[in-house]
């Protein structure tokens, strides 16, 4: 399968499955069958809401000797309500929890907004925390100490455009090792795709 290289080596295939809006009791199943087919890299966030499932589904997959975790890439995301520094380990703990993972692969930024804890739906101008209140290079600091702490061996970022990621660049003591965007043939973004590889992020959609 073909991969992509980060700066360090680690090669993530570049083919994963995807677990967005995969309903609970049909996702444990997916992931099974990705994994038994050849799947070695599965795609996750907080928000999917089915972390939890799909940690039971890698345990009996490890335990049943299918899989090794070091021949896997698991990639999940920090959630917008969790973007204050003192909130992004705990927000990768629960992840980490539900997976039932010592280490992600890859932990990614889901959207470079903040939203305050607990915010109603739909989402009002008052759900939101200001850029100014909560810079998107303060949350990023944050991500960095979670390599230093061996709780994913990568950071990143999702949904972010060029000037975003060139401000985090600015400070960044890790540089974001990928942008996850959303790539189709309905929506092409290739200064953004160009912009990332030329600066050596990886881009995956």
Not at 95 to 101: A, D, E, S, Y
Not at 119 to 126: E, F, K, V, Y
Not at 130 to 137: I, K, M, Q, T, Y
Not at 159 to 188: D, F, G, S, V
Request: aromatic share 6%.
């Amino acid at each position: 399968m073909k991969t992509l290289t980060f700066p360090n080596g680690d090669a993530q295939p570049a083919l994963g499955l995807g677990t967005w809006k995969s309903a609970r009791g049909e996702v444990a199943a997916a992931v099974k069958s990705a994994i038994e087919m050849g799947y070695r890299h599965i795609d996750c966030a907080h928000i999917y809401g089915n972390e939890g499932e799909i940690g039971e589904a890698l345990a009996e997959l490890f335990a049943a000797g299918v899989v090794r975790r070091e021949e896997l890439w698991i990639t999940s995301k920090l959630w917008n309500d969790s973007h204050a520094p003192a909130d992004v380990r705990p927000a990768i703990a629960v992840t980490l929890k539900n997976l039932q993972l010592d280490y992600l692969d890859l932990y990614l930024i889901h959207w470079p907004i903040s939203l305050r804890k607990n915010a109603p739906r739909p989402l009002q101008a008052d759900g939101f925390i200001s850029p100014a209140d909560l810079p998107l290079s303060t949350t990023w600091a944050a991500m960095e100490d979670l390599v230093d702490a061996g709780l994913t061996r990568h950071v990143g970022v999702s949904n972010c455009n060029i000037p975003k990621i060139a401000a985090l660049l600015e400070t960044a003591r890790h540089a974001p090792a990928c942008n996850q965007i959303e790539l189709h043939p309905y929506l092409q973004q290739p200064e953004l795709v160009r912009w990332c590889l030329d600066n050596g992020i990886q881009v995956t959609a």
